[in-house]
């Protein structure tokens, strides 16, 4: 895969560095999670193909022992706030100093400096400092964050995955490391580009949710069908907007014209009442093979059996049967090969890593009885 070869240290955490790390770990690094030990439950489940290593930090032995982990990994995947690495010793001034080709990917929320860099927050926080929030959510409405999907997820997991990928092309150029700094307040924005760039050409004049692609649009919205299902519209081009006044058997030039937005509102009201009048099926008979660009919202439990999603295999399941989606995107030679056992328990695979990491059997003996280090692979196979 295209990451083979590539070692690196998730420091566990919530939502944004799991998911950094599952990505690298589905294209084939060998990502090894570090668990605090007695920890009392796993809350990442995005540990696909991971190792987990439960270390005691608040050990001098246990420091020392993530130092050497850290010092001999390509890359390293922090997620806390600012200072709690300075202060156990382990800040990346000092890991460069002891491996100048080390990457160090610092995922947090505001940034390492300015204001908030060490203030508490979460999605909805972060997605409100970068501007976005305030232009997402129907008209007359209060702002309204979509799940914790744009900036723990997009401006988050995926911008420090990017980065991370990023730093490791440089080095093969320079064979050095850096440090990447992910701001998920930044990391949103960034993914938002596109609504900072586009204002010039009138896509957002109007107040939030009365535009065309923030659900002001009646031709850009969902609708329920009879049987209490969803379809979307996109039908934004003249061509596309003609193929769905045909599926619905509408005369266009009984219609006000499609760009008049003082009539959105009442055409919003002749879309209810047409879809509402056949099964969401008896739509799709009609509109698939078409572009009049007109989709069912599938639920989680539809979208696998979907014929489009089937052909593509677009998701697995896991030893456990349990569904998701499969890595993304899809590369020719070297595609991503995810890891279909289950995901690991705490401190599964102490031994076995610190075994790769060069440790002699005796000294790993001697950490596992002082506490310094925790091992679960009995628990993790019953």
């Known amino acids: 895969m295209a990451l083979s070869g590539v070692r690196v240290i998730e420091l566990a955490g919530l939502a944004p560095a799991p998911f950094c790390g599952m990505i690298l770990a589905d294209f084939g690094a060998k990502v090894i999670r570090v668990d605090r030990t007695k920890a009392s439950m796993d809350l990442d489940k995005q540990a696909r193909g991971k190792l987990s290593v439960a270390i005691n930090l608040k050990t001098p032995k246990g420091v020392d022992l993530l130092r050497k982990l850290c010092v001999h990994s390509d890359v390293v995947i922090e997620p806390y706030r600012k200072g709690v690495m300075e202060k156990l010793g382990l800040g990346p001034q000092e890991m460069l100093k002891e491996n100048p080709r080390l990457i160090y990917a610092r995922l947090t929320g505001y940034g390492q400096t300015g204001l908030y860099a060490n203030a508490a927050g979460h999605d909805i926080n972060y997605l409100a400092m970068s501007g976005l929030l305030s232009r997402l959510g129907r008209s007359g409405e209060k702002p309204y964050a979509p799940l914790n999907l744009l900036a723990d997820f997009a401006g988050g997991g995926l911008t420090c995955a990017l980065g991370i990928v990023l730093a490791l092309l440089e080095r093969t150029r320079s064979g050095r490391g850096q ?58 081009e003249p061509q596309f907007y003609q193929q769905l006044l045909k599926g619905l058997e509408l005369d266009d030039k009984k219609l006000p014209p499609q ?124």
């Open 179 to 236: 440090i990447i700094d992910s701001s998920m307040v930044e990391g949103a924005a960034y993914v938002g580009s596109f609504i900072w760039k586009s204002g010039s050409i009138g896509l957002w004049s109007r107040s939030r949710g009365e535009n065309m692609l923030d659900s002001g649009a009646p031709f850009y919205d969902t609708y329920q069908t009879s049987d209490g299902k969803y379809v979307a519209l996109g039908a934004i």
């Open 259 to 382: 760009m008049s937005f003082n009539d959105w509102p009442e055409v919003r009201r002749i879309f209810t009442e047409r879809f509402a009048s056949k099964t969401q099926a008896e739509w799709l008979r009609i509109f698939d093979g078409t572009d009049a660009c007109v989709t069912p919202v599938l639920s989680f439990e539809e979208v696998s059996s979907h014929p489009h999603n089937q052909e593509r295999g677009s998701f697995v399941k896991d030893s456990c049967g349990e569904e998701s989606p499969r890595p993304a995107p899809v590369l020719s030679r070297t595609p991503a090969e995810p890891n279909l056992t289950s995901e690991p328990v705490i401190g599964q695979h102490t031994v076995r890593v610190l075994e790769e990491y060069g440790f002699a059997p005796g000294d790993i003996s001697s950490m596992l009885e002082a506490g310094v280090i925790e091992c679960s692979a009995s628990k993790a196979k019953l």
